[in-house]
C-alpha cells in the first residue's frame, strides 16, 4: 500500500529521449510560433460549407512537464496527500489532478493535461488547442498572467521554457 511521503514522493527518472519509440519525423512540423500556420487552422465554416474539407490536425498550446515534475509541484506547494492506494501510478494520477485543480484556480483560467507526441516529455501543461484557440484567447495581460502563474508554481523545469505547440499522441500511433 503507497501511503507515506516518502512513497508518494519517491524520485521517478525523467524521460530519456535517447530510448524514446518517438522518431524525429513523428514530430516534424509542429509550429514553434505562436501564430499557426494556415494548415493547422481549424475553420468551422469551411466544415459546414465544404464537403471535402478535412479538420487540421489537433496542436495543443503550453509547456512540456513530466511525472517528476507534478511530484515536485505537489510537494512544494504542500498539497493534501491521496489516501493510500495500492499501486504508485494510481497515486500518480491523484497528484497530477490536484496540481492541476489547484493550476487552474491559481490562474482563474482552464488548463488541462495532455498526453504530448513528445520524446522529452510525459504530459503538456496546455492552455490552448488548435480548434478553439480564436475562441478562448486570453488578452496578452492575461495571458502573460496566466504563463507567469505555472512557471512561478512548477519552477526550473517549466520557467526555462516558453510555450509552444504539441502534437498529442494518439492510439493510431501505436
Given at each position: 500500500m503507497i501511503s507515506t511521503?516518502?512513497?508518494i514522493y519517491e524520485p521517478w527518472p525523467r524521460p530519456?529521449?535517447?530510448?524514446?519509440?518517438?522518431?524525429?519525423?513523428?514530430?516534424?512540423?509542429?509550429?514553434?510560433?505562436?501564430?499557426?500556420?494556415?494548415e493547422y487552422r481549424y475553420n468551422t465554416r469551411r466544415?459546414?460549407?465544404?464537403?471535402?474539407?478535412?479538420?487540421p490536425r489537433k496542436l495543443f498550446y503550453g509547456f512540456g512537464v513530466d511525472i517528476q515534475d507534478f511530484?515536485?509541484?505537489?510537494?512544494?506547494?504542500?498539497l493534501p496527500l491521496p489516501p493510500p492506494v495500492e499501486r504508485r501510478p494510481q497515486a500518480w494520477h491523484r497528484i497530477m489532478d490536484a496540481?492541476?485543480?489547484d493550476l487552474c484556480a491559481r490562474c482563474n483560467f482552464e488548463i488541462r493535461r495532455i498526453l504530448p507526441l513528445s520524446p522529452?516529455?510525459?504530459?503538456?501543461?496546455?492552455?490552448?488547442?488548435?480548434?478553439?484557440?480564436r475562441v478562448?484567447?486570453?488578452?496578452?495581460?492575461?495571458?502573460?498572467?496566466?504563463?507567469r502563474v505555472i512557471k512561478e508554481r512548477f519552477g526550473d523545469p517549466v520557467a526555462k521554457q516558453s510555450p509552444r505547440w504539441f502534437f498529442p499522441y494518439t492510439r493510431d500511433q501505436d
Open positions: 511521503e516518502k512513497e530519456n529521449p535517447a530510448k524514446s519509440w518517438i522518431k524525429p519525423e513523428d514530430i516534424a512540423g509542429c509550429p514553434t510560433e505562436k501564430e499557426l500556420p494556415e466544415l459546414r460549407m465544404d464537403p471535402e474539407y478535412r479538420r511530484l515536485d509541484y505537489h510537494k512544494n506547494h504542500r496540481v492541476m485543480e522529452h516529455y510525459d504530459y503538456v501543461i496546455s492552455f490552448y488547442d488548435s480548434y478553439y484557440i478562448q484567447e486570453l488578452e496578452d495581460d492575461e495571458e502573460e498572467d496566466v504563463i
